[in-house]
């Protein structure tokens, strides 16, 4: 087994090593970490001593070796001192401190703090630091945690930008935990499992990570071979049987106990039967975005191929005025594509089924009469961009506006509660680019905007000030399609 974990800074200072796995896995780490067990060294030989070693060790001011000679001072004099161990969880949870720090308060809090495992267990999404990240994975494999699974699949299901699933610490520490068995069926096992003892937080994060590292047909199958299942699986597999989609992440399941409810009823049922109406091609691609444009979409579009839907969007568009330039204000999107050809190959039925209802409600005159008056304000309010849901109502088509959560400043467009719950049954989302009224090189989805679209998985519309009485109109929705669908003009 090796030299036993350290416990103390004294400890560290006899086994100083970055941990078994880490080594195996990042030896750059294990480099990098050299100057820094020098200075420990170095900090060790100090007979100093210090009036409030506390204040010392969280002054992040201070040099390496005076904050863990202080740390080292306070871990002899006052081990159990609540004011140490609200020092070290300070250390561990605000992002400020160094990874060595983070390392030193795990293992001192897991000594002196009878309840740190259970909130290391609730929390361990917090912690954003890799080599924090893969410590406390590695101790988890080393002391045996199995009953930590969970939470190492909770931080697993967590994105990663630029890291591939397949190489992530969490796998190798589920690998770890459960040798001769698949990662994938371990965590299956967390979601489908109802007398694991296992929360709804955890299931929900399970059945996010196995929507991303298996395909639908996969996951169908998985709900399919369920018996007797109740709880998420049984909605799952309600609305996969039901509406031919699923959701994929936390967002989406929140999206799934709305439709689910008692005054969705007829929402549901009308969504049912046209889902059961379309063939196999339409259904490609199906997704929960698609279910209210599907509900509102006309009998002559539900009847058309996927190449007689692309054609009829194509001729709705030859001959518009575009404005083909990304925004420059979060990110240089200025060539991202925004042609319709660009994106046509892959948009499925359902997409295009999406699109040319969005084309319709912005030839409702009502429609942009109202998008008019929403942009005029949005011009003149400079604490925040505004936005709402394209909607149907008993009395016809509807521009929805909404009053933003919070107001961040004038290039942002937070969602409130309420538009989010309307769009579960809406068209689409839209929100405007309207800082000035010429504002064209700002047209079209910013960076954020298409985080929002792959986060809840919706249908989303940004309608760019070009003119006083011109806006431009640019569809997007998950996976980074863009397309400029023309502009309207003030009626």
Known sequence: MGSPRP?????????????????????????????????????????????????????????????????????????????????????LWDPKYLPWQRQYAIDQLLIHDPQFKAKLDRRIVLIRNWPTRQYVFDLAVEKGWKDFTPAIVRAYAQPAHGMNDAARPERTAIEAMHPGRPVEEVIFDIFANPDSGYGYTQQVAAWSLLCRLRDTSALREHLESLSGSDGLAADLKLISEALHVLPRNKEGVLWMMHLRAPGQRKFWDVAASRVGALDAEQRDGLAMRHLGPLVHADAGVRSQTRAELARAVARRLQGREHVYKGPTFDAPLTD??????????????ADLATINLVLDLFANDKIVRALFRQRDRDQIDITSEHGGVLRFTDTGPEARAYAPLVRVNDWKYVPSPEMMEDLYTAV??????????????????????????????????VLTSVANNRINVDYYQPEGVVVDLGTIVRR
């Open 7 to 91: 416990s103390s800074l004294g400890d560290v200072l006899m086994h100083a090593r970055p941990s078994r796995f880490l080594l195996a896995r990042d030896l750059g780490v294990r480099w990098a970490l050299l100057p820094f067990l020098s200075l420990l060294l170095a900090a060790c030989a100090t007979s100093k001593q210090y009036d409030d070693p506390i204040a010392v060790m969280l002054d992040r001011q201070a040099g390496f070796s005076d904050r863990r000679s202080a740390a080292a001072q306070a871990e002899v004099a006052m081990p159990s001192d609540p004011r140490r161990l609200a020092a070290l969880e300070k250390l």
């Open 336 to 349: 991202h594509p925004q042609r319709y050809a660009d994106w046509v190959e892959h948009l499925a039925w």
């Open 428 to 461: 689409a989302h839209y929100h405007f680019h309207a800082q000035r009224e010429r504002n064209e090189r700002h047209a079209g989805p910013g960076r954020g905007d298409m985080r929002m679209a792959d986060a809840v998985r919706t249908s989303c519309v």
